[in-house]
């Protein structure tokens, strides 16, 4: 089984219409939404949710009320300012906790004296199991505030891949993350093959620098697709350059086109409408399969 996965050092390079595009030229393919702290994918494949499942992860502090005598240890001891002071109350300070700010480190549990303080799990978000007109698709949605993303992206890939090999469907299209961090990290992890959208500015070309040294730590096969890149031809032939260098190949060039957005507005992929650049598209997908 092929696993693709499209990522970006940085955001806004339009990996997720190229996503978009390659689910709707594949064969059969199961896609997975692995930004899951900002999904958009859905906005243009409409899923229709099948399965919907609560994710839990981590700790977070939560003060029994009638066993907490109003000490304020927690308070001296949190690091993160996540306790908050009430006020008196039956004679005593009373203290909470605030679930945004809590780290779930446990340091207050581990001095309060009266031991009133649960590091109870966390509900972090939600992940689905949805049908779409290329396929199924599992995507994700991260609480407000909420952490372990990272736990979450592995959490989609591996029903992604499930889905895949019960299905008996060849590829799975991630639309990974932007940056390096964690969520990247979980992205690409064991992955086939990595597309890196980027575009010709300065700042894609220091970040796409960033994210092929992530892949080839990791030994993953890398190609480097610039959208937008008539905007600035000189900048685009010299990211080409740096990205051969660094290892990895050129998947092709992308026009830019203001039929991308009106594609999107209409929830398609760019290569279901006659937007001229959607050739291009084509040609980074033949190119990623040649």
């Not at 499209?6 to 030229?25: E, M, N, Q, R, Y």
């Not at 039956?90 to 780290?103: L, R, Y």
């Not at 199924?136 to 499930?162: C, D, F, I, W, Y």
Request: glycine share 8%; charged share 25%.
């Amino acid at each position: 089984m092929r696993e693709l996965v499209v990522i970006s050092g940085k955001g806004g390079t339009g990996k997720t219409s190229v996503t978009a595009s390659f689910a709707v030229l594949a064969d059969r393919p199961v896609i997975a939404d692995c930004d899951v702290d900002a999904a958009d994918l859905h906005l243009v494949l409409s899923p229709r949710v099948k399965e919907r499942h609560e994710f839990w992860s981590g700790r977070e502090a939560v003060i029994r009320q009638e066993d907490c005598n109003g000490c304020g240890i927690c308070l001296s001891e949190c690091r993160f300012d996540a306790v908050i002071k009430d006020g008196a109350a039956a004679g005593h300070e009373q203290f909470s906790i605030d679930p945004v700010s809590c780290e779930g480190c446990g340091v207050c549990a581990r001095f309060c004296p009266q031991e009133a303080i649960d590091m109870r799990e966390r509900l972090c978000g939600e992940w689905m199991i949805s049908e779409t007109r290329c396929g199924p698709m599992v995507h994700a949605r991260l609480g407000v505030a909420a952490e372990n993303s990272g736990k979450l992206v592995t959490t989609v890939r591996q029903e992604a891949r499930r889905i895949a090999e019960e299905q008996n469907r060849s590829i799975v299209i991630v639309d990974g993350p932007p940056g390096i961090g964690c969520p990247v990290i979980a992205s690409l992890t064991g992955a086939t093959q990595v597309l890196v959208v980027t575009e010709p500015t300065v700042s894609g070309e220091h970040d796409l620098e960033r994210v092929l040294s992530l892949t080839r730590h990791f030994k993953i096969p890398a190609a480097v697709c610039v959208n937008k890149w008539d905007l600035n031809p000189e900048m685009t032939q010299l990211i080409e350059g740096k990205a051969r260098v660094a290892g990895a190949s050129v998947a092709g060039r992308i026009r830019y086109d203001s039929a991308v957005t009106r594609a999107q507005m209409m929830e398609r992929a760019i290569v279901e409408t006659p937007a001229h650049c959607a050739e291009d598209f084509r040609r980074v997908w033949d190119e990623l399969n040649a």
